[in-house]
């Protein structure tokens, strides 16, 4: 942290301040947050803030967007999908085409565009070689054909990021990036919003794509193929921002918990003089301390360029699994209380759970780590 950055902390916790923490349970009734939100987050240029000026973003590096997760984070908010939109940008940052850069990163920074990153399917989550979706080229660019499902911001998304199969019978190899364009593509359809255990107010969507148009330059780096090692290479990048939300959430769920253990009495003494809470409490202060020390080095790592992927699948798995502790020991401190979702720990606690599976299932995570070993 610097002034600079400390400043800009102090915009952005104003901004959810006023645009996101007051519409959280209306977004959670309608299942999505408005298209609003993102055009006023692009004017105070939260979309794309570690994106450079010249393609439309604001500049920053990946310390402004991990304070955007960490206040999202403090506010309690699982619903504005910030998270996957910076993750397109990143892709196309780094694995687009001059033009394709040119041509939608400006849009995303403005929130003109809202992105999706659609991989799994009903029979293929975190095997990626599993896949099904197709894309056969044409004389007048590609057609896609098949399904994904659980995809993040898959109701509001103009641009959504497609893994498919170009060559089937090449395994990994056959794997490619689509960019798909939702306007005016019949091919194109949006099933259901999902119903979900948590994160109610995120839109999370099954899509189907029958014939679904691409352009003729819409593979993402202009070379087919090419999709496995792209996802390889910028997953870390996501893993990060799930870490970075997990110790937010580690952080928010201690302090509502030792506020209330000092105000909630019970036996004649608040709770937080009695040795077993305090004890508990101990132990997540002790354990919150640990992943922002971790955190904050992955965060360093990011910024210097060295973040791989073994260190990246450590913040995922550790500090995802850490904060649905965190928060199953606070929601019990709360008792009754804490199983009504009228109070933040409850939502919380439901919200936490996929932390564990999106991003890549934790069980992927320590394979991950294994083959490093």
Not at 90 to 117: C, D, F, V
Not at 225 to 231: D, K, N, V, W, Y
């Amino acid at each position: 942290m610097n002034p600079e950055l400390d400043s800009f902390r102090d915009a952005v916790r104003r901004f959810v301040a006023t645009e996101v923490a007051p519409h959280g349970e209306r977004w959670r009734h309608q299942q999505h947050v408005d298209r609003a939100l993102w055009h006023k987050a692009g004017e105070m240029g939260l979309l794309a803030a570690d994106i450079p000026e010249e393609y439309g973003g604001s500049g920053g590096n990946f310390a402004h967007m991990a304070i955007v997760f960490e206040e999202l984070g403090y506010a309690g908010d699982m619903a504005f999908g910030l998270h996957v939109h910076a993750i397109v940008a990143h892709y196309l940052l780094n694995q687009g085409t001059e033009e394709q850069k040119q041509r939608y990163l400006p849009r995303l920074a403005s929130g003109e565009m809202i992105t999706a990153i659609a991989m799994s399917e009903p029979g293929a989550g975190s095997d990626l070689k599993g896949i099904r979706t197709t894309a056969v080229k044409g004389s007048n660019g590609y057609r896609l054909n098949g399904s994904k499902t659980f995809i993040s911001n898959g109701y509001l998304a103009d641009l959504i990021l497609v893994v498919v199969k170009t060559d089937p019978a090449a395994g990994a190899k056959g794997i490619s990036l689509m960019l798909l364009e939702t306007k005016d593509n019949p091919g194109f359809r949006v099933g259901r919003i999902l119903e979900k255990v948590g994160q109610k107010g995120q839109d999370t969507c099954e899509l189907f794509f029958d014939d679904a148009r691409v352009a003729p330059d819409g593979v993402l780096g202009g070379e087919e193929g090419r999709g496995f090692i792209q996802l390889m290479t910028e997953l870390p990048y996501e893993r990060t921002i799930i870490g970075v939300a997990g110790v937010a959430a580690i952080e928010r769920a201690l302090q509502l918990t030792v506020d209330h253990a000092k105000e909630r009495k019970a036996f004649g003494q608040a709770l937080i003089e009695m040795q077993n809470t305090r004890f508990v409490l101990a132990e997540i202060k002790t354990e919150a301390t640990v992943a922002r020390i971790f955190i904050d080095r992955c965060v360093e790592d990011m910024l210097a360029g060295r973040m791989d992927t073994v260190r990246a699948s450590m913040a995922k798995y550790w500090i995802s699994d850490l904060q649905c502790k965190v928060v199953d020991q606070c929601v019990q401190l709360f008792g009754g209380y804490g199983y009504m979702l009228e109070y933040p720990i409850a939502q919380m606690y439901v919200d936490a759970r996929v932390q564990r599976i999106y991003g890549g299932a934790n069980e992927i995570m320590k394979e991950i780590i294994a083959r490093s070993l």
